[in-house]
C-alpha cells in the first residue's frame, strides 16, 4: 500500500494570516494564482479541507476551467477529484455546498459521531470511522486503498499545522499576497506546534517565482532540511 503525494497548498498575506476577521472571505489570490490553483486541483487525485473551513468559507473546492475537466476525462479519471474532509466532531451540516458539487465525497470521522453524520448527510458523502486523536497516518492509509496517489490540502489552519507537525506533508505551496491584516481573531497558516527538528531546521526551497503581478510563490520540502 502507497500513501499518497500530500501537497499543502495556502495563500497567505505578509504577516501570516489565511484570512481576515470580517464576516465575508478576504481574497488573497490573484486571478493568476487562481488558475494555477485550479491546475493544482485538476492534477491531483483528491482534494482535503477541514471541516471548520467548510463551514467558515462553504467552498464548493472544484476544478473550473472545462478544458481541465475534460482532460482528465480522456485520461480515464473522473472529471472532479475526489473531495475529502474530516471532522472529530462529526457537525457538518448537509446545507454545505461541498457536498452538493463535483462528484465523489468522503468524510473522516470519529466512530462516536459517524452514524449521526451518516443520517444527517443521507448520502451526500460516504462517512468513514477513523480515530482521528491517533493522528493523520489511518486517513492516508485509507486514501491510499482507495487508489489516490496524489492529495492536495487547502486547509484550514489547523489542518496544515497537524499535516505539518506530524512529518506527513511532501511538499508546500505557499502562495503571498502583498497584504497585511494583523488581527488578532483572524486565522493563521499554521498554529503554534511542535513541528519536527524545531525552529532551527530549515526547509529546503524548490522554487520562488512571480505569479501575476503581486503575488509570490514559494514552494518548500517539509521533509527535507536545506
Known amino acids: 500500500m502507497t500513501r499518497p503525494h500530500v501537497l499543502l497548498s495556502a495563500a497567505m498575506s505578509i504577516d501570516g494570516y489565511l484570512d481576515d476577521a470580517s464576516p465575508e472571505r478576504l ?8 488558475d494555477r490553483v485550479d491546475e493544482l486541483r485538476a492534477d491531483c487525485d483528491a482534494i482535503l479541507v477541514g471541516s471548520t473551513t467548510l463551514r467558515r468559507d462553504n467552498p464548493r473546492l472544484l476544478v473550473n476551467d472545462p478544458a481541465r475537466r475534460a482532460a482528465r476525462q ?15 466532531s462529526g457537525e457538518l451540516g448537509p446545507e454545505l455546498r ?22 444527517a448527510l443521507g448520502g451526500l458523502a460516504e462517512v468513514v470511522a477513523v480515530d482521528l486523536g491517533g ?12 487508489g489516490v496517489r496524489r492529495l492536495m490540502v487547502e ?3 489547523s489542518v496544515h499545522t497537524q499535516f505539518l507537525a506530524e512529518g506527513l506533508a511532501d511538499e508546500l505551496q505557499l502562495a ?5 491584516v494583523g488581527e488578532a481573531g483572524a486565522p493563521r497558516f499554521v498554529n503554534p506546534a511542535a513541528f519536527p527538528g524545531g525552529s532551527t531546521r530549515r526547509l529546503r526551497l524548490l522554487e520562488a517565482r512571480t505569479v501575476g503581478a503581486d503575488v509570490v510563490l514559494l514552494r ?5 532540511s536545506a
Not at 503571498?176 to 497585511?180: C, G
Request: net charge positive; no cysteine.
Open 74 to 88: 480522456a485520461a480515464g479519471r473522473p472529471a472532479y477529484p475526489l473531495k475529502v474532509t474530516l471532522s472529530a
Open 135 to 146: 493522528g493523520l497516518g489511518p486517513l492516508l492509509d485509507d486514501l491510499g486503498r482507495r
Open 98 to 119: 461541498f457536498w452538493h458539487t463535483g462528484e465523489a465525497k468522503l468524510v473522516y470521522t470519529g466512530a462516536a459521531a459517524a452514524l449521526g453524520l451518516r443520517a
Open 155 to 157: 486547509g484550514g489552519g
Open 176 to 180: 503571498v499576497a502583498p497584504l497585511l
Open 220 to 224: 518548500y520540502a517539509p521533509k527535507e
Open 27 to 34: 481574497l488573497l489570490s490573484n486571478p493568476a494564482d487562481f
